[in-house]
């Protein structure tokens, strides 16, 4: 797989302006940043007996309306009872899991980097409380996982970044936090005075860097390889 050297753009000054601090932690997010969410939506394709082609396109649809990724479900199934869903799945087996296979093919090598050149690697998502185990489970080494159902909070809300800056012990400005969504991660991270980096890929990553508000990303990069040093020569 080719590494592709991040793209590094500062914002300017203003409401999103960034302080001339080193950054000290990094924080990732989950899905479609260091797990591929493929095989889990094309599982909940199968499950509902439509084509994984027929699932995407709405999906997409979905994602491009800016509406919230359960409502792909109401394309299918009229008042779609995801709760109920997610317990039919879990008790055939088929609830949602955390594999090896799942991980981008640079995530643990970018971690282990930024590990190496000293940062503190936290990872915290919206994500069940067992995608902690289970990301600890397939190898994944940070100093810190959480997740929100944990927390009892989820992005894109200030709280959820308010735990992320009360865990890492650093000020905001000394914060990165790096996801593939510009309303759940790239935004809320640069309110909260976080250094914002935009990872590009997944479907979430390359509708959303068509958008004008991609660049008030501090970074934006398209694998996180290299991103130590991307962050180091911040000005």
């Known amino acids: 797989m080719?590494?592709?050297?991040?793209?590094?753009?500062?914002?300017?000054?203003?409401?999103f302006g960034r302080q001339q601090v080193p950054i000290k932690a990094v924080f990732f997010d989950v899905g479609e940043t260091?797990?591929?969410?493929?095989?889990?939506?094309f599982s909940w394709a199968d499950w509902l007996g439509v084509s994984r082609?027929?699932?995407?396109?709405?999906?997409?649809?979905?994602?491009?309306?800016?509406?919230?990724?359960?409502?792909?479900?109401?394309?299918?199934?009229?008042?779609?009872?995801?709760?109920?869903?997610?317990a039919s799945r879990a008790a055939s087996g088929q609830g949602y899991?955390?594999?090896?296979?799942?991980?981008?093919?640079?995530?643990?090598?970018?971690?282990?980097?930024l590990r190496g050149a000293g940062y503190r690697v936290g990872i915290a998502g919206n994500q069940p409380e067992e995608a902690e185990g289970a990301l600890k489970a397939c190898g994944v080494e940070a100093d810190y996982i959480a997740s929100s159902a944990r927390w009892g909070v989820e992005k894109p809300s200030p709280a959820f970044f308010a735990r992320v800056i009360e865990i890492a012990g650093c000020r905001p400005s000394e914060i990165a936090y790096v996801g593939d969504?510009?309303?759940?991660?790239?935004?809320?991270?640069?309110?909260?005075?976080?250094?914002?980096?935009?990872?590009?890929?997944?479907?979430?990553?390359?509708?959303?860097a068509r958008r004008l508000e991609a660049g008030q990303a501090t970074i934006t990069i398209h694998s996180p390889i290299g991103l130590s040093k991307a962050l180091a020569s911040l000005p």
């Open 53 to 86: 082609l027929s699932f995407c396109a709405a999906f997409g649809a979905v994602i491009e309306r800016g509406e919230h990724h359960r409502r792909v479900f109401d394309a299918f199934v009229p008042d779609f009872d995801l709760k109920q869903a997610e």
């Open 2 to 15: 080719p590494q592709i050297e991040p793209s590094v753009g500062i914002v300017a000054d203003g409401q």
């Open 181 to 208: 969504r510009l309303d759940n991660d790239i935004l809320p991270a640069r309110r909260a005075g976080m250094c914002a980096v935009f990872l590009v890929r997944g479907p979430w990553g390359f509708i959303h």
């Open 97 to 113: 899991t955390i594999e090896p296979r799942d991980l981008y093919p640079d995530a643990l090598a970018a971690l282990h980097e």
């Open 34 to 41: 260091l797990v591929d969410e493929t095989r889990q939506w």
